[in-house]
Structures are given as structure tokens and as C-alpha cells.
């Protein structure tokens, strides 16, 4: 029986434009790309990866939401 898992991707932009992708339900498992396409395929690949390498199950945690906090410095 194959399981199917819903990861939460966050994705941000850095300075060059480039997206940056990650999962933090799985440690160390993100990637880049020029595009939220490309990006988004890249990090599905990474999912497959990180799950493979490890041979651990990470079940995805619920999904609560994004908050930003300013600071000063």
C-alpha cells in the first residue's frame, strides 16, 4: 500500500530572485530554483530524496500558519 503525505513548502526569495524552498517537517530537505515551478518540482524530488536516504517516516505535521515578527536591531 503506498502512502500519501501532504508536506507544508515554505518558499522565499532571496536578494538575486532566486526561490528558495523547504520542508521543515524533514530536516535538511530543501532546494532552489528561477522559477515557483521549477522550484516546486525541485523540492518534490528533494522530498523523495530526504525520505529515501533516511529510510525514517516523517509524518507531516499540521499546518497552523505564518506569522512575521519585526524586530529591531
Do not use: H
Not at 6 to 11: A, C, E, K, Q, S
Not at 19 to 39: H, R
Request: aromatic share 8%.
Amino acid at each position: 500500500m503506498v502512502k500519501v503525505y501532504n508536506y507544508t513548502v515554505l518558499i522565499e526569495q532571496d536578494e538575486d530572485g532566486i526561490f528558495l524552498a523547504k520542508v521543515s517537517d524533514i530536516p535538511g530537505c530543501y532546494t532552489q530554483g528561477k522559477t515557483i515551478e521549477e522550484v516546486m518540482n525541485r523540492i518534490k524530488e528533494a522530498i523523495e530524496v530526504c525520505l529515501e536516504a533516511d529510510k525514517k517516516n516523517y509524518p507531516p505535521l499540521k499546518f497552523v500558519g505564518i506569522q512575521q515578527v519585526e524586530v529591531t536591531a
